[in-house]
């Protein structure tokens, strides 16, 4: 009723990455989403725009709540709350969300690092992601390696 995104372009979308092996789920509205505790289930969740996700997310972390951007060169994340001017100097603030805002920049931080080194001389793949048939059944599609192509 209201529009045709999740039709058109979401849903598409979705099909398009779960087609490529990447775990993808959705569309699901907001309020039942977050209302019935369903992106306990997840790592990670794709809001539409700002509201959609990061009110709920408020709402739901607290004081322990981070703001993190992902794909950057650089490790950006702050506190949920925002800067707190209205509360700034006041001796009110909370200091969990800063601090949990600086161990997930150092986990993150730590976790590209290791990543970067597992990833720095890895072994040719032989095999592509396992991917399921159309009689429900898992397949392994198997690539040469390139020394043994003619």
Same mark, same amino acid.
């Given at each position: +009723?209201?529009?045709?995104?999740?039709?058109?372009?979401?849903?598409? #979308?979705?099909?398009?990455?779960?087609? !490529?092996?990447?775990?993808?789920?959705?569309?699901?509205?907001?309020?039942?989403?977050?209302?019935?505790?369903?992106?306990?289930?997840?790592?990670?969740?794709?809001? +539409?725009?700002?509201?959609?996700?990061?009110?709920?997310?408020? #709402?739901? #972390? $607290?004081?322990?709540? &981070?703001?993190?951007?992902?794909?950057?060169?650089?490790? =950006?994340?702050?506190?949920?709350?925002?800067?707190?001017?209205?509360?700034? $100097?006041?001796?009110?603030?909370?200091?969990?969300?800063?601090?949990?805002? &600086?161990?997930? *920049?150092? %986990?993150?931080?730590?976790? =590209?690092?290791?990543?970067?080194?597992?990833? *720095?001389? @890895?072994?040719?793949?032989?095999?592509? %992601?396992?991917?399921? %048939?159309? =009689? $429900?059944?898992?397949? =392994?599609?198997?690539? @040469?390696? !390139?020394?043994? &192509? !003619?």
């Amino acid at each position: +009723m209201l529009g045709t995104e999740e039709q058109d372009v979401i849903t598409p #979308a979705i099909k398009q990455l779960v087609e !490529e092996g990447i775990q993808c789920f959705g569309p699901y509205s907001a309020d039942g989403f977050f209302g019935t505790g369903q992106y306990s289930r997840f790592d990670g969740v794709l809001a +539409m725009y700002h509201d959609q996700g990061l009110a709920p997310f408020k #709402a739901l #972390a $607290g004081d322990e709540g &981070v703001n993190f951007t992902a794909g950057l060169p650089v490790v =950006r994340t702050s506190p949920d709350h925002g800067t707190a001017y209205d509360i700034a $100097g006041k001796g009110i603030a909370s200091p969990t969300s800063f601090r949990e805002a &600086v161990y997930a *920049a150092i %986990d993150i931080f730590r976790n =590209r690092q290791r990543f970067d080194e597992a990833n *720095a001389n @890895p072994l040719p793949k032989l095999y592509h %992601d396992r991917r399921e %048939d159309e =009689r $429900g059944g898992h397949v =392994r599609t198997f690539t @040469p390696r !390139e020394e043994n &192509v !003619e």
